[in-house]
């Protein structure tokens, strides 16, 4: 604690006045028997808890970094939706071109895997993209609006991806099957 005024004057202006003294220590824990001590031996002693206030602040500080933390990941959650409806709404492109493959002669495994391959890059890179603009949203909640200093999390960087990479092979996996499923050639005709 911190001294919020000051008197000063000439030492004879004050000496029929009452004196107060302030005085701050670090106490260790477990000496709480001392600090009862001395109020009993001095019942005008005044002693402030700055722990408690500092625990207490502690507290409200951890709740607000876990907000900013539920905005990184529903940033995340919400830039993978979005990622996942534009899949859904391209799976006849992919439908198609799965259906010239199979028609030029490429195996269903072949198919298969170009998909993987194309789900795993983009998967990768949208977990990238999502990750950064949460932990960009949530750096600038944490420095602008609450004045925190936000560490990054490690453990962010590598679900964002893995979610991404997650979503989309399942997304490739039900894409493949589908298009797998379907006749080349009557996929083709509808096309036309």
Known sequence: MKVNFFVITPPRLLEGFPT??????RLPQGGERLVNELTTRFPNLTVVDVGAAVR?????????????QFVFLFALGAGLLVLYSALVA????????????????ASRAQVTGIQRVEFLAMGLLAGLLATAGAAAIGQLLAQRVFDLDLPMSPALWIAGPLAGVA????NAWISARKALRAS?????????
Do not use: K, N, W
């Not at 391209?90 to 199979?102: F, G, I, K, Q, S």
């Not at 080349?184 to 036309?192: D, N, S, W, Y």
């Open 56 to 68: 207490q602040a502690q507290a409200v500080i951890d709740q607000v970094i876990t907000a900013v």
């Open 20 to 25: 107060t003294y302030i005085s701050a220590f």
């Open 184 to 192: 080349p050639a009557l996929t083709l005709r509808e096309t036309v």
């Open 90 to 105: 391209t799976e006849d492109e992919r439908r198609r071109e799965a259906a010239l493959m199979r028609v030029h002669g």
């Open 167 to 170: 979503l989309l092979s399942l």
